[in-house]
T-cell receptor
Framework: GAVVSQHPSRVICKSGTSVKIECRSL??????MFWYRQFPKQSLMLMAT?????????EQGVEKDKFLINHASLTLSTLTVTSAHPEDSSFYIC???????????FGPGTRLLVL | AQSVTQLDSQVPVFEEAPVELRCNYS??????LFWYVQYPNQGLQLLLK??????LVESINGFEAEFNKSQTSFHLRKPSVHISDTAEYFC????????????FGAGTTVTVRA
């Protein structure tokens, strides 16, 4: 149980375009989903927290207009990187948890390369 | 706020030897403690966690970690490693509150050699 999927697993896009990444909880209701960014050989940096049906809460320094997060259902959250630039290239990982549960379960990650 | 320090960035170890990965944390509130493992180009997998009760927790693949409140530590150990244990290991803590936001350590790269 507690499986989280992400799609796509990798994406290459041109600078200036937008990219959408999906995060799904496959066998549980994810009342809260988190989006992280990971640079090579580094730890995970929390970008934002989203509760189902509410606006996402962004961490300091994360541009909410650039990284649009939608959590419209209990099994799906999306991260849209708008007007992508090469510096947005990174590994994006989502996680999900159920209400009252302490543990976050992570997706397999999405590698974004902006040319 | 919470912070996590993983004292070893890289740990090379021979197959069948023991390994210990050190993790210390600081927090003004009570926390839950986690170890996650990340294989190359993959997401994180939960290895084990301490929520309450016995301070020694074990995973199904032979890892164990002990919560030491006085030393604010949660070191991870395995008595005999396999080549397949080569991975990145992250220690993380979250407050015992509704948001459960995780704070991660910098990670420890374990490389197991034959």
């Amino acid at each position: 149980g507690a499986v989280v999927s992400q799609h796509p697993s990798r994406v290459i896009c041109k600078s200036g375009t937008s990219v959408k990444i999906e995060c799904r909880s496959l066998d549980f209701q994810a009342t809260t989903m988190f989006w992280y960014r990971q640079f090579p050989k580094q730890s995970l940096m929390l970008m934002a927290t989203s509760n189902e049906g509410s606006k996402a809460t962004y961490e300091q320094g994360v541009e909410k207009d650039k990284f649009l997060i939608n959590h419209a259902s209990l099994t799906l959250s999306t991260l849209t990187v708008t007007s992508a630039h090469p510096e947005d290239s990174s590994f994006y990982i989502c996680s999900a948890r159920s209400w009252g549960q302490e543990t976050q379960y992570f997706g397999p990650g999405t590698r974004l390369l902006v040319l | 706020a919470q912070s996590v320090t993983q004292l070893d960035s890289q740990v090379p170890v021979f197959e069948e030897a023991p390994v210990e990965l050190r993790c210390n944390y600081s927090s003004s509130v009570s926390v839950y403690l986690f170890w996650y493992v990340q294989y190359p180009n993959q997401g994180l997998q939960l290895l084990l966690k301490y929520l309450s009760g016995s301070t020694l927790v074990e995973s199904i693949n032979g890892f164990e970690a002990e919560f030491n409140k006085s030393q604010t530590s949660f070191h991870l150990r395995k008595p005999s490693v396999h080549i397949s244990d080569t991975a990145e290991y992250f220690c993380a803590v979250s407050p015992r509150s509704n948001d459960y936001k995780l704070s991660f350590g910098a990670g420890t790269t374990v490389t197991v050699r034959a």
